[in-house]
């Protein structure tokens, strides 16, 4: 049972709202990895409802705080979001080591193809061994096409191949992979500098999405590692992770409203299937049941 489907008891078992029944529900919502910051919001717009509502039961308050918490979710219009799809665009995935990002960028490969997008894989991850031999498994997978380079080569080199082979081809989507590192923020910044360049110069009529992978099982890691990236590069949307395999997810709210970037895809697996857009709605249903 995940994290905040055992709230349920938790707002069953008192009797009255009273001060510690706010303060254990603050620590509980904290413990979610809603973060400080946005459980405060939370708390404070709960006892407004309470009080205009005149609610004494606490149970009650289950609801109304699933409908904050949508409310928080929800602050982007899903109309503009998912832009970038209707292509031409280039997508750049970056994100720290093992989070998730070459899986991602196989699974939406498969999405896009399925819909009869022409897609195209970009393997500038040439830093770690085996990256480019993973990428092209779920090319195949996939079945769509990839621009490699070699391994240990300059991932520029790889972009601007790719750019130029999607420009050619009139690719829709090129899904562009990175290596993930972190430990160096100048040599990450300077590479996405380089990558951002190649693309502005040689293709500025399309799209540019950048999306950070985070692990969603890693807490405040995740929000930490977001803001890192943020301060790289210009970005535009998140893919939370593994949140098959963490019981909360409360990260979600805490990146969205404290770093105001928006969620846009959530993993649930390792399989080709395991990935669908981020709904406000079902994201906080699926938390509670
Ligand atoms: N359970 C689960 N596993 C996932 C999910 N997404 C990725 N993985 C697994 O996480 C591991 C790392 O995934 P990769 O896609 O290789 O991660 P990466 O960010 O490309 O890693 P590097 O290239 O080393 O930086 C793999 O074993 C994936 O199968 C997910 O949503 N759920
Ligand atoms: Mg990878």
Redesign the pocket.
């Known amino acids: 049972m995940g994290f905040f489907a055992k709230l349920t008891s938790f707002f069953t078992g008192y009797k009255e709202i009273d001060a510690e029944f706010y303060e254990e529900l603050e620590e509980q919502l904290v413990m979610g990895d809603v973060g400080i910051a946005s459980t405060e919001v939370l708390i404070e717009e709960l006892k407004k409802k309470v009080k205009e509502q005149r609610i004494s039961e606490p149970e009650k308050c289950r609801a109304l705080l699933m409908d904050s918490m949508k409310e928080a979710l929800r602050m982007y219009d899903p109309d503009t979001l998912y832009d970038f799809e209707k292509g031409p665009s280039i997508v750049l995935f970056v ?10 960028v196989g699974k939406l490969a498969k999405i896009y193809k399925d819909q009869g997008k022409n897609v195209l894989l970009s393997a500038a ?1 040439t830093f ?1 061994a085996a ?1 480019i031999e ?1 990428l092209a498994v779920w090319s195949e997978r996939a079945g769509v096409d990839i621009i490699k380079g070699r391994e240990g080569g300059d991932p520029g080199a790889v972009i601007f191949d790719s750019v130029k082979a999607a420009k050619a081809r009139n690719t829709d989507i090129l899904l562009c ?1 990175t ?2 590192r972190l430990h160096n923020k100048a040599n990450l910044m300077n590479e996405l500098k380089k990558i951002n360049t190649i693309i502005k110069s040689e293709y500025p009529e399309a799209k540019k999405e950048t999306l950070v ?1 985070v692990d969603g099982s890693t807490g405040q890691n995740a929000l930490n590692q977001t803001k890192e990236f943020m301060a790289c590069t210009d970005v535009t949307g998140l893919v939370l ?5 963490s019981a909360k997810g409360g990260i979600a709210v805490a990146i969205q409203s404290e770093l105001k970037v928006p969620v846009k895809f959530v ?4 399989g080709i299937t ?2 669908s857009r981020f709904d406000a709605d079902s994201f906080v249903d699926t938390l509670f049941s």
Do not use: F, P, S, Y
């Open positions: 994100g720290i080591n093992g989070v998730g990002k070459t899986t991602t991850d770690r990256a993973q992979d290596a993930g992978v992770t593994k949140l098959d395999g993993g649930t697996g390792e395991d990935l």
